[in-house]
Nanobody, 125 residues
Framework: QVQLVESGGGLVQAGDSLRLSCAAS????????MGWFRQAPGKEREFVAG????????DYTDSVKGRFTIGRDNAKNTVYLQMNSLKPEDTAVYYC??????????????????WGQGTQVIVSS
C-alpha cells in the first residue's frame, strides 16, 4: 500500500510560481510511474503531467506545456510539479497519483492505483 501526501499549494497571483511536492511512503517508489492531476470546481479531474519510473520520460497536457515541469527524486520518494507563469485557469485541487507501470500512457486515471488527498492551488487575476 502506497501513501501519497501532497504539499505546496496556496494562493498566488497570476504570473507567479509554485512548487508542489508529493511524498510517497509504504511502497517501492521507483517502481511506479507518477502523475499529477487537477480538478477544478464543477469539472472532471484532468491529467496535468506524468513521469516514468526513472524520470527519463515525461508528458504534459497541452495547456501547461512550457510552464509546468514534473520531476522526481527516487532517493527521497518524492515527485514534484514546478508551476511557472500561473494563470487563473490553473486554479484547482492538485492530486498526485502512482501507477504500477514503467513509462508512457500517463493520462488515464484508471491506470493509477494510489492517490493523494490533494492540495489546493488558487491563482488570482
Amino acid at each position: 500500500q502506497v501513501q501519497l501526501v501532497e504539499s505546496g499549494g496556496g494562493l498566488v497571483q497570476a504570473g507567479d510560481s509554485l512548487r508542489l511536492s508529493c511524498a510517497a511512503s509504504g511502497g517501492t517508489f521507483s517502481m511506479y510511474a507518477m502523475g499529477w492531476f487537477r480538478q477544478a470546481p464543477g469539472k472532471e479531474r484532468e491529467f496535468v503531467a506524468g513521469i516514468s519510473r526513472r524520470g527519463s520520460s515525461t508528458d504534459y497536457t497541452d495547456s501547461v506545456k512550457g510552464r509546468f515541469t514534473i520531476g522526481r527524486d527516487n532517493a527521497k520518494n518524492t515527485v514534484y510539479l514546478q508551476m511557472n507563469s500561473l494563470k487563473p485557469e490553473d486554479t484547482a485541487v492538485y492530486y498526485c497519483a502512482a501507477g504500477p507501470w514503467g513509462s508512457n500512457g500517463y493520462g488515464p486515471k484508471l491506470k493509477y492505483d494510489y492517490w493523494g488527498q490533494g492540495t489546493q492551488v488558487i491563482v488570482s487575476s
